[in-house]
């Protein structure tokens, strides 16, 4: 397509100059002139067809003739040189064969192409009704040029013997396109005609008959060389290359060539233009007046019944399509809910319906020598996935995780029971090690990486096993039990199973309690903050200490965090034991570092949703406005979940709390979703290694190894510190030093302890 209009006004205004120049030459009949001035314009027409055919859309039809009429273009301009240099020489141009050929080739080539853009057209119009307009239109152009062009008389048989089989050949290929042209343009009912195929069909229709004058003014011994008969071909052949041009130009919604001849149209008022110009042309004839309006009242009785019979066709072809797209839909209605009676409609899985008939029939026929387990399976934090990437990636990842459970599911029945839940009920003779391996099997297939899109996902999944007869008598409790084995499992951690044991049910009812202690708990008098120590290495100084929460029940004694944090963040009670840690553990670090004139670091963890919070920042932002301290003294610990939030959240976090001169470490680096790809996309400033990690760390796992070390190199190429946690081993030290880990925490180097002893063990020590 042409980029700018601009291009287009300049080719138009160059080849107007040309034609210009050309038609004042052919007026005063310069043969210099104008043998000089028409191949001269016949070549530009030629050039501006071929510039239009390579920015054209090659799919439309117009596209599609193109290069016909470039080499009907072509052929005048060689026509044209010739014959400028057959004149120049002295020679004879009309006697040279060639020239004639050359000039032959154009009408073959238009014709071509009008006779082909037609058939292409046509090929999709009505035939009964294009028979009609081809025969109206062709007697009475016929009969039009007979009384026009001569007279009525036989001068046409002086015509066509004069030149013999040629001059024949032009002649009827020069009637074909302006019949053709009619046709079209009258024929054409539905639909709007693109302004660049008029400009077209005018060159067409200019040039043909203006090719019939020359036959005529020709046998008559009346046409002059060089006179505006020779500019009229000129100008037919700029505009045919104009139009082209104007093809590429126009948009999408000006070069729509989807028209048709079906419809009602006023077109055929157009029929009294062939009596009202034979009248003007031999006066008041009333036997041809009476011939063309019997033609015109015939014609227009057998269209109108012509378009009845299209028109009924139509509805009673829509009404077959209705039939047929309602008994479609009927049976794919039936299809559907046949299918989503039993199926899941994101995964295609089985559904929980399907499922539980499936357990209920194997209860009761379940042979005595069989065994009967079912798989409860969740994946682990699917929240998050939906409520930071959309619902439509958490869709993905369900789908592929069913995928990867169908490949190793060995036999058993898997049906999605609903939101991240899945189940599998395994029938036959297995043992207790087979159902292991099977568990096994799945969580390694579902923990490989999962790419969707640009995000890299890592997912778990907990999975809890009930066998039927051992751990329940009917399917409820069946059910029920592998439900608590699997979020015992998720207890201990991601990527787990485990089977249902009756001690389970304690623990459930330990989890209710805790949530109601929650409830009526009073931070401030409950609740403590321990501290654990931070160094540098390898010289082993304190750097810093990271706040733990502990809670010392009146009744029940000390809660583990690994009991209430979960529980808090499921009743969302952890916004408000955030905001209260962050207060302590900023006081805190104040009074340490203004008493001895220390730069110690404290870090403080952040829940996700405390940082979903509206107010968080502006309560960050108030309490050092008021405590009036060194932002550097802060480092907020986030989990590595919150990196798979949206990109924008994300940044303005980040931005925020480096414009607060606050430092940021993602905690528990390596046990997330996407720890590796988020890499290099965050501006963090410190990377703690996951404990989990860390206990991989020793001279008989070398793999374990590598792991950590491919993390710090990566942290260190990119200026991103490290402190690796949970370091409980002087093997674990030594092999850190090695691998050039900045910093540890851990129980070899100190326990968390509460604030008098830290200041006791670990501050006054230092300075002493």
């Known amino acids: 397509m042409i980029k700018s209009k601009s291009t287009f006004y300049k080719i138009l205004i160059v080849g107007a100059i040309l034609f210009a120049f050309y038609f004042i030459a052919s007026v005063f009949e310069s043969e210099f002139w104008c043998n ?40 005048w301009t060689v026509g044209d040189i010739l014959w400028a240099i057959s004149s120049f020489s002295g020679a004879n141009p009309t006697k040279n064969l060639f020239i004639s050929f050359m000039y032959m080739l154009t009408n073959v080539f238009i014709a071509t192409a009008v006779l082909k853009f037609l058939f292409c057209q046509f090929n999709k119009w009505d035939s009964f009704q294009l028979l009609l307009d081809t025969l109206v239109i062709s007697f009475s152009s016929v009969m039009l040029i007979w009384i026009v062009f001569f007279n009525k008389s036989n001068a046409w048989i002086k015509i066509l013997s004069q030149d013999g089989i040629v001059s024949t050949f032009l002649i009827i290929l020069d009637f074909l396109v302006i019949i053709g042209e009619l046709i079209y343009w ?124 299209i028109r009924n066709g139509e509805l009673y072809q829509k009404e077959l399509n209705l039939n047929s797209i309602l008994e479609k839909r009927v049976e794919e209605q039936f299809s559907e809910l046949k299918f989503l009676a039993n199926h899941d409609t994101v995964t295609k899985l089985h559904n929980r319906r399907f499922f539980m008939n499936s357990l209920d029939e194997s209860i009761e026929t379940l042979p005595t020598h069989e065994v009967l387990a079912v798989f409860l399976i969740d994946v682990d934090r699917f929240k998050i996935i939906n409520d930071s990437l959309g619902h439509d990636v958490g869709d993905e990842v369900l789908i592929e995780i069913s995928s990867r459970m169908l490949n190793c599911n060995n036999g058993a029945i898997l049906a999605r029971l609903g939101g991240d839940e899945f189940a599998l009920l395994f029938r036959g003779k297995y043992t207790h090690k087979d159902l292991s391996e099977f568990a096994e099997q799945i969580i390694e297939s579902c923990g490989a990486p999962i790419m969707i899109g640009e995000h890299i996902l890592r997912v778990t999944i907990s999975l809890g096993i009930s066998i039927f007869l051992t751990d329940a008598n009917d399917r409820k409790t069946l059910i029920r039990n592998a439900d608590i084995a699997m979020y015992r499992a998720k207890s201990q951690g991601f990527n787990k199973y485990g089977f249902f044991d009756p001690f389970f049910k304690e623990s459930d009812e330990k989890k209710s309690e805790i949530e109601v202690l929650l409830r009526n708990a009073n931070i401030e008098k409950d609740f403590e903050l321990f501290y654990q120590p931070q160094f540098s290495l390898p010289d082993n100084k304190i750097i810093g200490a990271e706040a733990l929460i502990c809670w010392n029940n009146t009744e029940h004694g000390y809660i583990t965090p690994n009991e209430f944090i979960p529980v808090a963040e499921e009743i969302n009670f952890i916004i408000k034991m955030g905001k209260w840690v962050m207060f302590e553990a900023i ?93 290099n996309k965050y501006p963090f400033d410190r990377i703690k290694i996951d404990k989990t990690l860390i206990e991989q760390v020793s001279l008989n796992n070398s793999k374990g190894i590598q792991v950590v070390k491919a993390v710090i190199s990566m942290a260190n190429a990119i200026g991103v510190k490290t402190i690796a946690e949970g370091v409980e081993t002087q093997e674990q030290l030594d092999i850190l030093m090695g691998l050039d880990c900045n910093q540890v925490q851990g129980f070899l180097l100190g326990r968390p302890v509460s604030a008098s002893v830290f200041e006791e063990v670990f501050i006054k020590s230092m300075i002493a």
């Not at 009202?276 to 009785?301: H, K, Q, R, S």
């Not at 940082?611 to 907020?636: A, R, V």
């Open 36 to 75: 000089i001035l028409s191949p001269l314009n016949a070549g530009t027409a030629t050039g501006v067809l071929i510039y239009a055919y390579i920015n054209s859309d090659h799919r439309s039809l117009v596209s599609m003739v193109l290069p016909i009429y470039s080499f009907a273009c072509f052929s």
């Open 186 to 309: 009258f024929s054409a009912r539905k639909g709007k005609i693109p302004a660049y195929i008029y400009c077209f069909g005018l060159g067409i229709l200019l040039y043909s008959v203006n090719d019939l004058h020359y036959f005529y003014t020709y046998a008559n011994s009346t046409y002059i060389l060089n006179s505006l008969t020779d500019s009229f071909y000129i100008f037919a052949l700029l505009l045919i290359a104009f139009g082209a041009l104007w093809s590429t130009f126009a948009d999408t919604h000006e070069s729509r060539e989807d028209f048709s001849n079906i419809g009602y149209s006023l077109k055929w008022i157009l029929l009294f233009f062939f009596p009202l110009t034979a009248f003007m042309n031999e006066g008041f004839v009333i036997a041809d007046i009476v011939i063309y309006f019997l033609v015109v009242v015939i014609y227009g009785i057998l269209s109108a019944q012509v378009q009845l019979a």
């Open 587 to 679: 006081k805190q670090i104040i009074k340490w570092n203004t008493t001895y004139s220390l730069d110690l670091k404290m870090g403080i963890n952040i829940s996700p949703k405390e940082l979903k919070e509206d107010d968080f920042i502006s309560t960050l932002k108030t309490l050092i406005s008021d405590e009036h301290f060194k932002t550097t003294w802060i480092d907020m610990e986030i989990t590595e979940n919150i990196m798979i939030e949206d990109g924008s959240k994300v940044n303005a976090i980040f931005d925020l709390f480096k414009e607060l001169s606050v430092s940021v470490s993602i905690d528990d680096f390596g046990s997330g979703y996407s720890s590796w790809g988020y890499l």
